[in-house]
């Protein structure tokens, strides 16, 4: 038997969550030909990377005007390494951990021998307005060892949710 029209996985749920958020602010895109044309549409280098790094780093940059490139790109490294090897919760308690407060960074103090820390914000808590808010459909995500089409996937700052 075949379903009446409409009646689809795309037409209930999918489009729904994406006018859903669409009108709450969310940035939306289709990725399913991201990598049609060449190069990444969401400026990833491939399937395989699952953070977008370019959205990631415009809004730690916004964010964190007072901090240096430097502790930026530190703090990009370290929220995106490898945490393959650890439980899922270590790792899950990790990055819930600096979301929440920041990635601290070492720097060398330009003053004397030692050196500072500089805390870099990922996410602005007090201001969500703030935050860059990016709703993917059909994105493509490849491991270790299948390619997958995630339906929906809410990416907060370039990062997207932890598993």
Known sequence: ???????????????????????????TFNAFGEFDHGASSLGRETKGEVVLKTRLREALLRLNPEVSVEA????????????????????????????KNGVRVPMPDPDGDGETVEVV????????AHNDFLFCSQFWVTGEMHTRRADLVGFVNGLPPTP
């Open 72 to 99: 930026i790109h530190q703090a990009i490294e370290d929220l995106t390494r490898d945490r393959s090897r650890m439980s899922a919760t270590a790792a899950n308690r990790e990055i819930y951990h600096l979301l």
């Open 121 to 128: 914000r990922v996410v602005d808590w007090d201001d969500p």
């Open 1 to 27: 038997m075949t379903p009446p029209t409409g009646y689809t996985e795309d037409a209930l749920i999918e489009r729904p969550a994406i006018a859903l958020l669409a009108e709450l602010g969310w940035e």
